[in-house]
């Protein structure tokens, strides 16, 4: 929007670059990083020979506050600053169309009028069941798991999303006994074999991987064992537990109510990503905008980032008084790719099968040879819609399958 020459402030009430860079995919991904380097080593003659120990812990983990910047933002503000954009800091909260009052650490109140457009893109936090004895547990989350400054002994992790395997991968790496309660099974919304193909690697990485089980109480004795006892009467102990079960928005103290919706609620948006009420139309003269998590889209930040990009377009199309005739996001094309762990990857530009199959699309699920990949990568495409649709690679490293892919569905691909 900057670029554009418009006036832009980011409001925060943490650190600037948000989830990604402190909490989520960059310290997550350098603690996965040191134990697939030395995997790899002692995969290779001739390397595997040289390797004398394991994983040095202290190393491992003060790479990972190295590549997190130590929790400190100074970086991100200094390019906001080189950019021309302000940083307030503090709360920011809607009071009433167009306008966001910000408080500070010293209380006092900051008014802040948009002459086009706010942007809520406050991301989404840890979701946190109604088990009994939970809250009291002080259980992790992915925030404490990609901060941790030691490894437990025992870790138990209830949930099978993309959290629960990455981060069992690292803290078994690490040299944690990791039990996984995934009631759901683990990735349970990519095609049944891709969990499949997880929890083997998994288990052949020594994690405990109890499929269909689910916590029925937790509990933390004196002496800071934590005590989760199963819907079955089964019982694990740990020395810490983690929950992966899901997301929630930050939406619950942004002022939503002062235009209408639901505090803590998820917000749907349009294709040129306008908040829209119940009766589908823009708030007001269409000025609030959601990107990233808040309009659950696609939870992934590379996704956030896309759209963060296409709506400063649309804002600034809008404020010169252009007609927008495309949609600035297509729901149809948008990728999401992750890696759980050291197991595997993701490339899904499309749907799921089953979402397509009740579309009406004709799918292909073939096993390919593919460049350096062979065997390792299945497509996804369609017959109505040929091309590319979307991929699974099983192979711990795949960057090849990636570049591949990104080739491969150019013309799918935002």
């Not at 190295?66 to 400190?72: D, E, I, L, R, T």
Request: contains cysteine.
């Amino acid at each position: 929007m900057v670029q554009g020459g418009l006036s832009v402030a980011i409001v925060e009430r943490e650190l600037v670059g948000g989830e990604c860079s402190y909490w989520a995919c960059t310290p997550t991904k350098t603690l996965l990083r040191s134990a697939a380097a030395l995997r790899a080593a002692r995969q290779v003659p001739g390397a595997r020979e040289a390797v004398t120990g394991g994983l040095d812990m202290a190393a491992v983990l003060g790479r990972r506050d190295s590549f997190a910047s130590h929790g400190k933002d100074d970086g991100q503000v200094g390019w906001l600053d080189s950019a021309g954009i302000a940083l307030p800091r503090g709360q920011g909260r809607i009071v009433s169309a167009g306008v966001v009052e910000v408080t500070g650490d010293d209380g006092v109140p900051v008014t802040l009028k948009a002459r086009y457009a706010v942007v809520i893109a406050t991301g989404s936090g840890a979701l946190l069941p109604e088990v009994p004895g939970l809250r009291e547990a002080a259980p992790w989350t992915s925030r404490e798991a990609a901060a941790a400054n030691a490894v437990p002994d025992r870790l138990a992790i209830t949930g099978g999303g993309v959290v629960a395997p990455e981060m069992a991968t690292a803290f078994a790496a690490l040299g944690a006994s990791v039990t996984m309660l995934a009631r759901d099974g683990v990735l349970p919304s990519a095609e049944p074999f891709v969990g499949e193909r997880v929890t083997e690697s998994l288990r052949e990485a020594g994690v405990s991987v109890r499929l269909d089980a689910e916590a029925a109480s937790v509990y933390r004795d004196e002496a800071g064992t934590v005590h989760v006892t199963m819907t079955d009467g089964e019982q694990v102990e740990a020395d810490e537990v983690l929950v992966a079960i899901g997301r929630i928005p930050n939406t619950q103290d942004i002022g939503l109510g002062a235009v209408g919706l639901t505090l803590g609620a998820w917000l749907t948006v349009d294709d040129t990503l306008r908040v829209v009420g119940e009766d589908g139309a823009p708030i007001g003269d269409g000025w609030l905008y959601a990107v990233g998590d808040v309009n659950r889209r696609v939870l992934l930040t590379h996704q956030g980032k896309y759209q963060a990009r296409a709506v400063g377009d649309v804002i600034v199309a809008r404020a010169k008084g252009k007609v927008l005739v495309q949609r600035a996001i297509d729901r149809r094309n948008e990728p999401c790719g992750h890696r759980p762990g050291g197991t595997g990857g993701t490339v899904d530009p499309g749907p799921l099968p089953s979402r397509a199959v009740r579309s009406a699309a004709t799918l292909r699920l073939p096993i390919i040879p593919c460049m350096q990949v062979k065997r390792h990568v299945r497509i996804r495409g369609g017959r109505r819609r040929p091309g590319l649709v979307g991929a699974r690679s099983k192979k711990p490293s795949s960057s090849h399958a990636r570049e591949y892919l990104h080739h491969a569905g150019h013309d799918r691909c935002p």
